[in-house]
């Protein structure tokens, strides 16, 4: 049993690092919040699987945290705000997706290479998929990076915190529960003032392209 | 080498021979209904194998010789893909040469020749279409090399035997790595073998041709080879597919009784793969031209991550 | 134990309060009172603490020990006289019609709240809180940031956001792996994320595990202390978000990154028994010196320039807290607290010297002295002071830094010379004219709130001459304790 459930759980994790994969290529917005939904629910799964193989409830709460917050609530939140701004197609990002994939493969094993050390001093069940969340950070990183548009780049800070989250569940099942419940709520707060800001940026700058914001530079 | 080996051999050839264009119609048909047009039968393939080995073949003035020869080699290169490719037996005449780089360096043969045939005329729609199914392959090569090589870390051999063997024994297993490259191996049959996405099969526009502008100037029997030819691509490579990632039902050495059972499987996992594909292309459009080096550079990216997984996580 | 949920709870509930009535006029006297209620009650913890030891509350999640009981304390003071100092200039920014009764809510509740983060990050125990309280301080700043919603302060908002939001991220990732190895030794029951408990196994966590946590909590909070090259948030949120916003961001903010450091640090030097937390810290913080010395020169606007100021101050700090020996610790405390109090004063004199001229830039404020001779004289003290001139504070901790720099790290010492004396160069040279130069300016309509000014130059003033006992036997404590 427990061999099994820990390859799903590393299929999953492929999966998760997958969708990160994804994201980065991706330029349609609408296909980004898909991804993110997608990403969303695999991690849950992810984390509902952990917490059976680990007999730890307290992962099936957070699993249903991330169900609620990242599968139904943000993803609906992001679809109300593209709606509302009509800015449901978004074009080019900064360097070119082949290029961007190619720096992607490289995070993906300087990641591997940092984790593959630690991962095997852990006792989790999913220690392998550490390499894999830090991928996903970096790889979530590099897309806030690459992008110049203000919608893809809140997406990119989510699905960070995505991976994050995966780390925390595959190397150690999962942060103390009040640590946890800390972190949807900054996420959640955080999300909302963002969303807010989206709608300021749009009036004051009529255009969503976070490169109008480069006024303040140093000389 | 046994004698059952050399009869699976012979059965398995003849059967990529024949089938490979009922694969084809097959596709086509169920395009036809997922798009709700009406379909041509599945024999359709064959009627028009059989009118054009019957039709003169007309070549250009200044065509060369080879020329007249691409459509045979193009056409060896095809068949013995197919009968290297271990579909329904594991214990063939012809397995040490089923070497995954060998495999890949056949393909390399027929779009090398596939190529230079196109521009030996000197129109400007072969040279085009040359040019563009050169981009596809040089990208699409390395991916496919690299998914072969992801289910060869798994049983640490690249002899496509060994592969399907260790695959096939295994106990049920899920190897995130296999997913990775199953991905992978998809997006680049897409793309090896002239579909949507990457190039429209049915298209009749010859700015947009890849496949089809490559063969425009064949004709009569020069053709039918080079259609055959086709199908036994996309054969060869759903039987690569269903080797890799579906390896269940295929005979081992000393099995006559499996190698029976393994004719049915074969074609019904080749049924269902040919119904996806259709789904697969009617629910995509077409790219511009400037996207595929985009996709292929995807298909290889899952590979390559493929295989780190495999190296991370163990399998 | 009670006055600790009081320090919390105050600005807290204060917060709430003014979300509600924050658009009222009595909403600026609400706000400071609800800080002089915190400050009250952190003084109470402070008697309590000096008497009755370290304490533990709320199954230890929350505890003070001397590190971060003169952080509290410096802290809600700044709080309460930033509050004061935002009274009147609230007052004339809603005259100029900068501030609508809804942005007024804003600020205020948000005020508190960041108050109460900042407290919250200050005196919790666990790691976990630690990175919680440290991502809402950055939502309320963010907020607070954007008060104004012009295009500029959204984009330095934006910017503040996503380079803070990823940079704290990583830390985030760093707990994570912190906790992985501190779950090896103590088990998941035990409360494996509390710094006591860390701190006590700290010599049995994995070296390997915590090596990659520290580099990613030190890029995190790192990112939030302003180290270079992290630091391109820090000069556009304080040059356009309000200037209380910038004093308290400079005054506090800061402090509590560095302080979160330090905690990650204690606990990387007892793991590692090598000196690499120290190293990074020495050479980020001498980067951070060297680069906001010579952006300091290139600044038009004034507030850019003090935040390029506080980049050089905290690398100072950092530095000083690298070299790791109790003398440095020692004055790495001591920096924190003089320069948090003269950058805030400075920031309350810039806060009225702009709002009289209208603009922050440089060049168009002058003579200042002939306006009001009190923001004058205010400002050049303040310069004076945080340029490191004697008998202020700055100047005592700077020299122990470059002392004990001479004696442990005598290759670091020329370069933090050399910042240091372009870093005069160029702020005295744009501080002077401002203060003495000819001007048409007329006096502002409501006197501006300069007893928050004076009493922190005088705080900073006394540092510099005479540290009271139990200040420096606090000092000492906590230098001991980062010192291991």
Redesign the interface.
Known sequence: MTTITGQLINLLAAILLMLAFAMISQRRILSLIHLFTAQGAILSAATVLVGYATQQPHLYLSAGITVVLKVILIPLLLHRVINRLEVRWDVETLINIPTTMIIGIALVIFAFD?AL??SK???SIARGTLGIA?AC?LLS?MM?ITRSK?VP?VIG?LS??NG?FF??TS???G??M??EL??A??VL??IL??GV?LF??RE??DSLD?SH????K?? | MTELGVLSQLLEIALALLLAPLLSAWVNQWRAWLQNKSAPGLLQQYRTLHKLFHKESVIAEHASRLFRSAPYIIFGCMALASAIVPTLSTDLPLSPAADAIALVGLFAVARVFISLAAMDVGTSFGTLAARREMLVGFLAEPALLMVLFSASLISKSTSLTTIVETLAQRDLAIYPSLALAGVAFSMVSLAENARVPVDNPTTHLELTMIHEALILEYSGRHLALLEWAASLKLFAYSCIGLALFFPWGVAEADAPLALLLAVPVLILKLAIGGALLALLETLSAKMRIFRVPEFLATAFLLAVIGMLVNILVGG | MATLYFVLGIPLLGSMLLASTGHRDSAREINVAVSLGTFVATCVLTVEVISGGPLFAWHR?FFIDPLNAFLVTLTAFVGLTTAIFSRPYMRVESDHGKMTPNRMRRYHSMYQLFNCTMLTALTTN?L??L??AM??AT?TT??LV?VY????S??????Y??LC??GI??A??G???L??AA??VIG?EE???LWTNLEAVKAHL?P??IT?AFAFLFIGYGTKVGLVPMHNWL??AH??GPTPVSAVLSGLLLNVAVYALLRCKVLTDGALHSHLAGQSMMGFGLLSVLVAAS?LS?Q?DIKRMFAYSSIEHMGVITFAFGMGSPIANYAGLLHMTTHSLIKSGIFFTVGHAAQKAGTQIMEDIRGLIKVSPTVGWGMMLGSLAILGMPPFGVFASEFLILTTAMREQPWATPFLLLSLGVAFASIFSRVQPMVFGETSLKPLRHPPALLPVFVHLGLGLLLGLYIPPYLDEWYRQAARMIGG
């Open positions: 940092l050390p630690i001093l852990s006792a830090l950070v990183f806030m203000a780049q800070f960070m915190e994050l780390a925390a190397a150690t099942y942060m103390p009040i640590v800390g972190i709520l900054d707060v955080g003032i963002l800001f300021n940026i004051q700058f976070i914001l480069e006024k303040l140093e000389d | 999640e666990n976990g809180i990175w919680v991502e809402a939502l963010v907020l954007s919603r012009t295009p500029a959204l984009e330095a908002a934006w910017k956001f996503i939001g990823v991220a990583q985030l990732f707990t994570v792996l906790y992985m779950e090896k998941t409360g494996a994320l994995d390997s595990i990659l000069p556009d040059a356009e952006f290139r038009k």
